[in-house]
């Protein structure tokens, strides 16, 4: 699953935002937060594994997650190419205001060559 | 200086804004959205060929338009909520080449009057999931890729060098 498919899901949104506000937190730390069983919790956290978005270490017998901020680097990128594309689309559309500006302008002085 | 599109769209959330401003008034920038002439010479990406199949800017109204590529065809379509003229257009908008209907966007577009004879357009998007949203971007991000890295790297360099000057 892609970062954005994981990240539509609104308990697994609300995990990285947990995970973002303290830094990282244990499994246990996690499951405590929600209503939902541990093991669904476990479920959207190996969701959230897999697509890169968190990172998970070792310590003792627990489990503590982080966030991996690789991925959220990709929405930043998309964005930027998608403002870059309406970007060119805006640039066409100022230069034809230029055009109906100065066809406009042309036309109450009587004169359209100069 | 030339003016800059701004796109804001916020992780997890549903909408996205886009705003920029025109060395114009807003009554002109009002007439190129809603005039199918006008329409025509500046909606979509440069390299795809655009038709305007219909564009019925007022309340109530619908409009179809066709971006064209190699036998590729990419159809929008939506209708229009509310048409207030130089001030807002509201309505609806939809791609049809996704696998099912039903991921429609609606679609906030505000001209508001800046000094000088400018203006500020203020899109605002909001879509009925994040993934929905998220796609849309990412749409985005395939036909930028087509268009050659080459103009990426010049932009994401511009763009480290604003954000890093920030």
């Known amino acids: 699953m892609d970062a954005f498919t994981a990240l539509a899901e609104p308990t697994r949104r609300n995990i990285m935002e947990m995970l973002a506000t303290s830094g990282c937190l244990s499994a246990t730390d996690i499951y405590k937060n929600f209503k939902a069983s541990a093991p669904a919790i476990s479920q959207h956290l190996k969701v959230l594994k897999t697509a890169n978005l968190v990172r998970v270490e070792k310590r003792a017998q627990k489990r503590i997650y982080y966030v991996n901020p690789e991925p959220m680097k990709e929405l930043e990128k998309w964005i930027q190419i998608f403002t870059q594309q309406m970007q060119d689309s805006h640039d066409r559309l100022e230069a034809l205001l230029k055009r109906v500006q100065s066809s406009e302008f042309k036309i109450p002085s009587g004169d359209p060559q100069h | ?166």
Do not use: C
């Open chain 2, 1 to 166: 200086m030339a003016n800059k599109t701004v796109v804001t769209a916020e992780p997890g959330k549903q909408e996205l804004f886009i705003t920029r401003e025109f060395d114009a008034p807003r009554e002109l920038v009002f007439r190129a959205h809603t005039d199918p002439d006008q329409y025509v010479q500046w909606v979509g990406p440069s390299d795809l060929e655009m038709s305007v199949q219909k564009l019925d800017a007022f309340d109530g109204g619908t409009f179809e338009f066709t971006h064209k590529r190699g036998g590729h065809a990419y159809r929008f379509f939506g209708s229009y909520h509310e048409v207030l003229e130089n001030e807002r257009i509201i309505g609806t908008f939809e791609f049809d080449g996704l696998p099912e209907r039903g991921h429609v966007i609606m679609g906030k577009t505000t001209f508001e009057e800046l000094p000088n004879n400018r203006s500020r357009l203020v899109h605002q998007s909001v879509f009925f999931s994040v993934a929905d949203r998220d796609g849309m971007v990412q749409s985005g991000m395939e036909r930028g890729v087509t268009e050659g890295y080459e103009k990426l790297d010049a932009f994401l360099a511009q763009k480290t060098g604003q954000s890093a000057s920030a």
